[in-house]
């Protein structure tokens, strides 16, 4: 029989930090990942919308939302970089032009963790 | 349609006593209708105003006015705390949901999505502790606790907020109301277990000496 194999780490999320908040309930923080892809699009259609018309009440709300979610998912790269575009919203300014660009790629690496999670955490890590 | 018949932003948010971000956001979630001319002014009709207005207000008159008070202040009798929780994200309310049933508290735990929907919900049944986000589409957390600070009858409801916005952006919008208490989000839940036994606790005491 082959040695288990450890998982590869996270770069992008935590997923310990979720189900630590799920009190390790391993349903529930399967039901707070699925909420969290089915909720994320819808979000980040609301965020390229308003970066691209540059209002800033518009950026500042539709970042807010998106961070609740990420930062609960422990992708501090992304909350950071969201707290940035709040900032310079506040301070009506644009950020740089390939700020989306590099927001989505961000986006799809922390949603390819989160369903590698689904999939990964069993009652093992409970 | 004449130009009487419509109104900006400005004025909608006069005419309502509310600010004009709320009546943006109020837009924006489709609550009042409205649209933008060519120039990019938003043009709303005076009369959707009016209708959001009249909503708006008997929900307010029917919490001054028309509402029953709570079991457990007049006889003693209800024993559990009543916790409201105004939450937009679902992954939040699903967290509290079950931190808040882990810890035992003698309490009823309800959710409201937006506080246009809390509003509606205290002025249904009042509830002995309130924990509210702030920033949310429409009627935001601090216009919800404004409300609620603004009516005597409600002096006595446990309020906290709970938000991640940073400390300017809170010094911006008036800071923390006196009474009020504040968690910084991501919520250290210890810190709030703490925080609802003490509420249930002065909850039990009331009851006992009413």
């Known amino acids: ?126 | 349609m004449q130009a009487a018949d419509v109104c900006t932003t400005q004025q909608a948010a006069e005419i309502l006593g509310i600010s004009v971000t709320s009546v943006q956001q109020l837009v924006e979630a489709g609550v009042i209708e409205a649209w933008k001319t060519r120039g990019g002014h938003r043009r709303i009709p005076v009369a959707a105003v009016h209708a959001y207005k009249s909503g708006y207000t008997q929900h307010s008159q029917d919490m001054r006015d028309t509402r029953a008070p709570r079991p457990g202040k007049a006889s003693g009798a209800d024993a559990l705390a009543s916790i409201l929780v105004i939450e937009d994200n679902p992954m939040e309310r699903a967290l509290y949901q079950q931190q808040i049933a882990s810890w035992g508290l003698p309490a009823r735990l309800r959710f409201c999505e937006n506080g246009y929907q809390a509003l509606m919900e205290i002025a249904r049944d009042q509830p002995d502790i309130l924990l509210s986000d702030i920033m949310m589409d429409g009627i935001d957390g601090y216009e919800v606790i404004r409300t609620i600070l603004d009516d005597p009858l409600l002096a006595d409801m446990h309020i906290a907020m709970l938000s991640s916005l940073p400390p300017q952006a809170l010094e911006d919008r008036g800071g923390v109301p006196e009474g009020v208490v504040f968690f910084a989000k991501p919520v250290n839940y210890d810190e709030l277990r703490g925080y609802l036994r003490a509420c249930c606790a002065a909850h039990a005491r009331r009851g006992a000496s009413a």
């Open chain 1, 1 to 126: 029989m082959l040695p288990a194999l450890s998982p590869a780490p996270y770069h992008h999320i935590d997923p310990a930090l979720l189900l630590h908040a799920a009190c390790h309930d391993l349903p529930l923080f399967r039901a707070l990942c699925q909420t969290y892809l089915d909720t994320a699009p819808d979000m980040l259609a609301r965020l390229e919308q308003a970066v691209r018309s540059g209002t800033p009440q518009a950026i500042v709300h539709s970042s807010h939302g998106l961070r609740g979610s990420v930062a609960l998912l422990g992708a501090t790269a992304l909350v950071s970089r969201l707290v940035a575009l709040e900032a310079l919203a506040r301070q009506q300014e644009r950020p740089a032009p390939d700020w989306l660009d590099e927001t989505v790629r961000l986006l799809a690496q922390v949603e390819a963790e989160v369903r590698r999670g689904m999939t990964e955490y069993h009652d093992a890590q409970a």
